[in-house]
């Protein structure tokens, strides 16, 4: 896929007055963006998938956690593959794998399709997504990264802005009679101008000691995170079988195994999947667990909160993805706000205020749904969305530095990987227990006339857990450091990408 006079030294950055480094720039980012876009934009759309394919809840579950499931189970994976085959080959092959599976979710003939496709197109972006930042690490000298970095900020907040809106847009205008299919489709013309041009102007590079794979590894993570997310999402219509229960228990022994393997593997070649010796660093371990946590978090919230706004009230996908604007852009604000002025300041209090603030927001939320009942209005949604999106902002952009300010340079990659296969991992988690929270409380034969009261209690009584979770991640984030070093280098903080070993997404 490419030619020597196309590939770099490993770890040697490319030269300043190559032009090129800034299509390759611009390729990759868009590439982070169509991930970004394609998480956000299938939340909108579910309900229109639902009434169009017939899918039923579970299989709306497994459509955003099937994606996020195979996204996390890949991603340290994905960047290993990078390191060792070279970045821009993995890059290619992911989005062309994206591409292709995106065209499958566009076309699928039935609710089972149209998830086995999901599944494969987290896959394929656990390929495309590690390689991201470790093209530009590669690419771009350290004097320029932080100016690169900060449009990778800015690419994240617009990815967060315009993924409901243009999925509403997309479903309303029901293109050709296509009802919800376009939100997959408008990847293909982007993937492929994707590959075309990723081809001619992305160098090749490798890592100069690539770690080894460790796929049994992947493999028992996968089938321990499915032993727990299967029972969750298909007890609740198969009336809990004793099945799920010793499923559910048999996932902790698949994790006790997975400890067990990667003490093994790193005494044996030091490639574990997971390094574990990392743990043994406070801030690290208490990071991992706020990440996890604010994944099932953020899994429960936008899941339930679609279905309340568009089955329940029977709002339009449109009025929906307006309603979600304001949120959308107090966190993008207040995630620069925290990054460049608070945290250097306050430190890990900031975080915190952050985690008080969004279950400020979701109290808010509920008070407000159960005052105002089916006859709520977007305008009435603003002020809890804008204080919650002010929280997440506080939280999302800083987290990663102060998690990772006291772990070893030459971990900081596979420490950054692992940090955002967590957050995956616990979006699953999140997706799996909406069963739980939420439809666990709604009565799928009742009344037409009594629906939208229905979804209100399901929506209050999922916010309550939310609130609840978002308690114990402000207690827990007290082991985080008072105030995340800073890792200087040319004049740029680089907190989230070594040298030595490129951080993974």
Known sequence: MTSPSTTSAPGTPAAAGDRRRWFALAIVMTAAFMDLVDVTIVNIAIPSIQRDAGASFSQIQWITAGYSLAFAAGLVTGGRLGDIHGRKRIFLIGITGFTVASALCGFAANPEMLVASRILQGGMAALMVPQVLSIVHATFPAHERGKVFGLFGMIVGLGAVSGPLLGALLTEWNIFGLEWRPIFLINLPVGIVGIILGRKFISESKAPRALKLDLVGVVLVTAGLLMLLYPLTRGRELSWPTWGYVMMAGSL????????????????????????????????????????VFGVTLGIFFLVWTLYMQLGLGWTALRAGLTGVPFSIAVSAAAGVSVQKLVPRFGRKVLQTGALAMAAGVL????????????IAPWQMALPLVVMGIGMGLIVAPLTDAVLSEVPQEHAGSASGLINTVQQMGTALGLGLVSVVFFGVIDEHVRPDRIPAEFVDGFQNALWWVAGVLAVIFLVMFALPAKPKQHVEGGTAEATVPEKEPALT
Request: charged share 25%; net charge positive; glycine share 10%.
């Open 253 to 292: 022994a698949v994790f006790g195994a997975l400890v067990a393997y990667e003490k093994k593997k790193a005494a044996k070649d030091g490639s574990p999947l997971v390094e574990l010796s990392l743990f043994k660093v406070k801030s690290f371990a208490a990071g991992i667990a706020v990440q996890t």
């Open 364 to 375: 808010i939320y509920i008070w407000e749904a159960g005052r105002y009942g089916a006859d």
